[in-house]
């Protein structure tokens, strides 16, 4: 008789996110508009030069055929110079630099690469899901740790390293955080390159949000003396130039891993089509003001949110980074827990938000907030979430009232 399910799609928990957004293509099939703050899906446009640079590219007689694993010498090349310019860190374009197809597949491959079943990785609670599920279906077992702040996060490796056995491979992080917004300082990445080379831990850094930052520039892990030895960052140009669908990104760093992932990467793919990562050579080596102007319009939506929706009676922390807010439950709906009242919300006020416990369990009483509507959208928004949470807060009185 055949098995019910296969084992790695046994090991796959629900996934959470289908419940709201299942229930989002239901009301918009039935003519509901909903103001969607759930996907971190960018709205904006791809700046008009990249795009004219795919399109140069597909026209030539050789585009369509099979580019590179490894990505085109020309895309490699732009990645390195870009980590040059931003955080002065020199990389080797053929030996420390892999372009992958997002900065997700990126991650998925890697976890394949070095992690074997029975490895333990130390993952942070909350986090952007294929932090861990990409080594659960590599057959690794993920040890959570607590991590509603970066201090907390590191302060309890220490302990998930003492309680695991075996001794766990690798470490995960990721700042800007997704879903928190968290960022660090080259401070934190010391110590955590410190820690790691106690341990002998490999780590893996995601850095898709660090170019959507509204202070000081988030740095790079790779800044710190000798954390090649130990480190591989993945990140990606979806979101730093609304590339999101075209599917680029890379992951930089250990030349070990490195060379693991492009071997991983040329069982699986040929690479990205070859005027998409010539595109890319144009976003990463040309005019950046488009950039600057992306930061400019995120710290708008941010400020705009913040603000409406704290009048609308929902106070949110002001996020530093990322196109996210973290925000927790309001008081007068914190009972719910954080799937109930992301579903009540796009029922009953359709607006759609990202309910935090499926990015783990330590992410139940948040949701996380997308800043991918524009100023207008944000602001009614929170015009329907203030009669949501009055709605609410009726409902509550008689219980109050006879409690």
Request: hydrophobic share 40%.
């Amino acid at each position: 008789m055949l098995p019910p399910q296969f084992h790695k799609i046994r090991r796959l928990p629900p996934y959470v996110f289908e419940q709201v957004n299942r229930n989002a293509a239901a009301l918009r099939a039935s003519g509901a508009d909903i103001i969607d703050l759930g996907m971190g899906n960018p709205d904006l446009p791809t700046p008009p030069h990249i795009v004219e640079k795919l399109v140069e590219t597909a026209r030539k007689p050789k585009a369509s055929r099979y580019s590179s694993s490894r990505g085109i010498p020309g895309l490699r090349r732009a990645l390195a110079n870009y980590y040059r310019r931003r955080f002065g860190v020199t990389l080797d374009p053929d030996r420390e630099v892999v372009a992958t197809m997002g900065s997700k597949e990126g991650f998925a491959n890697l976890a394949q690469a070095l992690a074997a079943p029975g490895d333990v990785i130390l993952s942070p609670n909350p986090s952007y899901p294929i932090h861990s599920f990409g080594f659960i279906m590599a057959g690794a077992t993920i040890q959570h740790v607590k991590a509603l702040s970066p201090e907390e996060y590191l302060s309890g490796l220490g302990r998930a390293v003492m309680h695991s056995v075996p001794k766990p491979t690798a470490m995960v992080l990721c700042y800007p955080a997704n879903p928190t917004a968290q960022v660090v300082d080259l401070d934190f990445y010391k110590e955590a390159v410190a820690f790691a080379k106690r341990h002998d831990l490999w780590i893996l850094s995601d850095l898709a949000y660090t170019e959507i930052f509204f202070g000081d520039p988030p740095p790079s892990i790779l800044a710190v003396d000798g954390a090649k030895d130990i480190c591989v960052e993945v990140s990606t140009l979806s979101k730093t130039y609304n590339m999101a669908g075209w599917r680029v990104g890379f992951a930089a760093g250990n030349e070990r891993l490195i060379a693991a992932l492009a071997r991983v990467k040329s069982y699986l793919d040929y690479g990205s089509y070859t005027p998409i990562q010539v595109a890319a050579c144009e976003a990463l080596n040309g005019d950046q003001s488009c950039v600057d102007e992306l930061r400019a319009t995120y710290k708008s939506r941010r400020d705009t949110l913040i603000d409406s929706f704290g009048q609308a009676g929902w106070d949110i922390p002001k996020p530093d980074a990322s196109m996210f807010a973290w925000a927790p439950l309001p008081e007068a709906v914190r009972h719910l827990g954080s799937l109930e009242f992301s579903l009540r919300l796009l029922n009953e006020a359709h607006v759609s938000v990202s309910p935090g416990v499926g990015f783990g369990e330590h992410g139940e009483g948040f949701v996380r907030l997308g800043l991918v509507e524009n100023e207008q959208r944000i602001r009614q928004a929170a015009r329907n979430i203030k009669k949501f949470l009055q709605t609410v807060s009726d409902e509550n009185a008689p219980q109050l009232a006879t409690g």
